[in-house]
């Protein structure tokens, strides 16, 4: 069987989108590991399935390449809303995700803004494994401690530090996404702030690893920098593949502002 997909990108975040609107694909765990491999398959950070929606113009579910789902996806979001757009040729639409409703709208420099909505800050709501201040989770890896969490659709812990360079997010990173303190792991971000309107971010993705953008990571770094008093309420956000600009709205709805790329289409062969 055929199936064609588009690779898409947001800041080197990438992305396989698949059209399943008009024909279900739903696929194994086995078979998004194998689009996932960036030797053998494609290669993406996550996966994007398009789906019909009731109360929406479009469902999108997101997988990462490990094959689990992700209850949501920033950039990801940015990408495919860029299509639906496209194709609408209207100025905004409604989202559906397995983590809520969302908004995204074409800005007039082309750019595309979501609406990742309010963020969670309780610690059912992350989740964390016991109640405990968010604010201050007890979680320390080398080089860091003292964790801010929050879920912006997904599980976030944020890690403030003084010189991003000084750490190997590559050793320090898996251990804290599976932290027993973290029951369904979480979104790692090391944050350097640089400004009251402008930090550095580094995330180690939960099912994805390193990667060169979190659009849900930067707006969880901008909540919980605002909440320790650090930032203002629109930053922005310098990550290893670009900038993208995270306002915090006086009713607490987080906005996310950047470009978004198509790389290639093709066709995958599936059993």
């Known amino acids: 069987m055929q199936v064609p997909f588009l690779k898409m990108h947001g800041l080197g975040n990438?992305?396989?989108?698949?059209?399943?609107?008009?024909?279900?694909?739903?696929?194994?765990?086995?078979t998004i590991r194998w689009v996932g491999d960036r030797?053998?398959?494609?290669?993406?950070?996550?996966?994007?399935?398009?789906?019909?929606?009731?109360?929406?113009?479009?469902?999108f579910r997101f997988h990462n390449s490990d094959g689990s789902e992700a209850g949501a996806c920033g950039n990801g979001t940015r990408c495919a809303a860029s299509l639906i757009l496209n194709e609408t040729g209207r100025s905004s639409i409604?989202?559906?995700?397995?983590?809520?409703?969302?908004?995204?709208?074409?800005?007039?420099?082309?750019?595309?803004?979501v609406d990742m909505g309010p963020p969670r800050l309780g610690w059912a709501d992350v989740p964390l494994a016991r109640e405990m201040d968010t604010l201050h989770v007890p979680m320390a890896?080398?080089?860091?401690?003292?964790?801010?969490?929050?879920?912006?659709?997904n599980p976030h812990a944020n890690f403030f530090v003084e010189e991003l360079s000084a750490l190997d997010v590559f050793r320090i990173g898996p251990e804290l996404e599976h932290h027993p303190l973290l029951p369904e792991r979480a979104n790692i971000g090391f944050v350097q702030v640089l400004a009251r309107d402008h930090i550095r971010l580094?995330?180690?993705?939960?099912?994805a690893g390193y990667t060169l953008a979190c659009?849900?990571?930067?707006?969880?770094?901008?909540?919980?920098?605002?909440?320790?008093?650090?930032?203002?309420?629109?930053?922005?956000?310098?990550?290893?593949?670009?900038?993208?600009?995270?306002?915090?709205r006086a009713d607490g709805h987080v906005l996310m502002s950047g470009p978004v790329a198509t790389s290639f289409k093709g066709e995958l062969t599936l059993g």
């Open 14 to 30: 990438d992305f396989v989108v698949l059209d399943a609107r008009a024909e279900p694909r739903a696929l194994a765990a086995e």
């Open 39 to 59: 030797h053998r398959g494609v290669g993406f950070d996550q996966l994007i399935t398009l789906e019909p929606a009731q109360d929406a113009d479009v469902f």
């Open 94 to 113: 409604a989202i559906r995700t397995i983590a809520g409703l969302l908004g995204a709208e074409r800005l007039p420099d082309g750019t595309v803004r």
């Open 141 to 153: 890896a080398d080089g860091v401690s003292d964790a801010a969490c929050c879920s912006m659709g």
């Open 202 to 207: 580094v995330v180690w993705e939960r099912g």
């Open 215 to 248: 659009g849900s990571g930067a707006c969880a770094a901008l909540v919980n920098a605002r909440r320790r008093g650090l930032v203002e309420a629109r930053c922005t956000v310098t990550l290893p593949g670009g900038d993208l600009v995270i306002e915090q």
